[in-house]
């Protein structure tokens, strides 16, 4: 049974940082692509980053160089180091795994497994 626990959330200050964690097990073959999504109460579910395996990563524009992902693979781990947070940042933050990728990621749709979430949350 594969699963996808993240780690890391917490509450923070305005113009800090944390490091999230999404840990991998199950998975007979490392998935094509992992990314980061966040939700925010009232809002819609929001693609952040991803990366494939053996590929560049990818950023939607809000946390293009704030945000960076990354993966080890010999701990089936990805990570999201978030710089310079703001209390826009504020929200849900979930892992996610696929099969594939598309040019449409962000809304979701490309991957089959999601993990719990953990809480980021951001006081000015």
């Known amino acids: 049974q594969v699963q996808l626990v993240e780690s890391g959330g917490g509450s923070v200050q305005a113009g800090e940082s944390l490091r999230l964690t999404c840990s991998a097990s199950g998975y007979i073959t490392r998935p094509y692509s992992m990314a980061w999504f966040r939700q925010a109460p009232g809002r819609e579910r929001e693609g952040l980053a991803v990366i494939i395996r053996g590929g560049s990563p990818s950023y939607v524009g809000s946390v293009k160089g704030r945000f960076t992902i990354s993966q080890d693979y010999a701990k089936n781990t990805v990570y999201l180091q978030m710089n310079n947070l703001t209390p826009g940042d504020t929200a849900m933050y979930y892992c996610?795994?696929?099969?594939?990728?598309?040019?449409?990621?962000?809304?979701?749709?490309?991957?089959?497994?999601w993990g719990p979430g953990t809480q980021v949350t951001v006081s000015s």
């Open positions: 996610a795994a696929g099969s594939k990728l598309s040019a449409d990621w962000p809304q979701g749709r490309d991957f089959d497994d």
